[in-house]
Nanobody, 123 residues
Framework: QVQLVESGGGLVQAGGSLRLSCAAS????????MGWFRQAPGKEREFVAT????????YYADSVKGRFTISRDNAKNTMYLQMNSLKPGDTAVYYC????????????????WGQGTQVTVSS
């Protein structure tokens, strides 16, 4: 089992940047596929990005491609989401998640979730 804790959220103006972190407990972090999702008020939780166990493969939602970068440091048991050129539409609670199986964009494919961190982008 793995426990996930997100950090790095906050309030930023449109066009600004934030870096989210997801710290994982346990010694098996490197064996998990990791992902970021987000949920805006009144909307369903949606996929943002995912990264393979060794960081060799990544995949992004079209809405963030070219602006967000997912990465991981297995030595530090931490995953990151660098968010640039932020837009008001990026405002949401951001969640990190861990999958025991494979790279996937589906919420149901993830086994563990963090509590989320709020990102608010003002216009």
């Amino acid at each position: 089992q793995v426990q996930l804790v997100e950090s790095g959220g906050g309030l930023v103006q449109a066009g600004g940047s934030l870096r989210l972190s997801c710290a994982a407990s346990g010694r098996t972090f490197s064996s998990y596929v990791m992902g970021w999702f987000r949920q805006a008020p009144g909307k369903e939780r949606e996929f943002v990005a995912t990264i393979s166990w060794n960081g060799g493969s990544t995949y992004y939602a079209d809405s963030v491609k070219g602006r967000f970068t997912i990465s991981r440091d297995n030595a530090k048991n931490t995953m990151y989401l660098q968010m640039n050129s932020l837009k008001p539409g990026d405002t949401a609670v951001y969640y990190c998640a861990a999958s025991k199986t494979r790279l996937t964009t589906m919420r149901g494919g993830y086994d563990y979730w963090g509590q989320g961190t709020q990102v608010t982008v003002s216009s």
